[in-house]
């Protein structure tokens, strides 16, 4: 299965914010970003802010991946996916990474981070409505319930995050009160999705 494993700081460094890709680290002083925010390589305090229409569309793409874990020929995939349904295409994108099940396993606060999430789901700890799901980019729907499986639910990982992240569940979906069971109660609306991306700005990049 392709995946991205080189150095992941690195992406945020190149982006010139955090993303929040290493769950604790990136709010602890061991973050690369609190002592080297420029990008990286040689000439990385070199680079200045300004550039070409075309490379802040690019940077926004590259952000909008890099923050849903998702390789360049997924996003188009994606993309061509949220260009054919109706509505505004880029918050139709958003949307559709949103609903993809590694992200909501990240949303319930199981996962430290997506990367993270992403493992969980690979590893059979996920089940969509009552079914084993190992598919990170399975796409939920409304009405859907995932669960943590029992046994995972006292992991000791699974416990640190839900103990030690203050992640607010997202409007679109529920948790029951123990928490290891969420419902989709609709698609995610733009101002419920907090991914700090401009989405009109990669629509624009595709649209050349």
Not at 28 to 46: A, F, I, L, Q, V
Request: overall charge positive.
């Amino acid at each position: 299965m392709a995946r991205y494993t080189g150095p992941v700081c690195r992406l945020c460094r190149r982006e010139r914010m955090k993303l929040y890709l290493k769950g604790p680290k990136c709010d602890s002083p061991r973050c690369p970003m609190e002592s080297r925010p420029y990008p990286p390589g040689d000439h990385g305090r070199d680079r200045t802010r300004q550039g070409s229409e075309y490379l802040g569309q690019l940077r926004e793409k590259q952000k909008a991946r890099r923050i849903y874990g998702v390789l360049e020929k997924q996003f188009v995939i994606t993309y061509e996916e949220a260009s054919r349904q109706s509505g505004i295409t880029g918050e139709n994108l958003l949307r559709l990474l949103e609903l993809r099940l590694d992200n909501v396993t990240f949303r319930a606060g199981w996962a430290a981070s997506r990367s993270q999430a992403r493992q969980f789901v690979r590893h059979g700890h996920i089940r969509v409505n009552g079914k084993r799901v190992d598919i990170p980019s399975y796409r939920v729907k409304k009405g859907d319930v995932i669960s943590l499986i029992e046994r995972a639910q006292d992991h000791i990982v699974v416990r640190h995050n839900r103990d030690t992240f203050v992640r607010p569940l997202p409007g679109w979906l529920e948790a029951d009160p123990t928490g290891f069971h969420v419902t989709v109660l609709n698609p995610p609306m733009r101002e419920q999705i907090d991914a700090p991306v401009r989405e009109q700005l990669i629509v624009e990049l595709y649209s050349k």
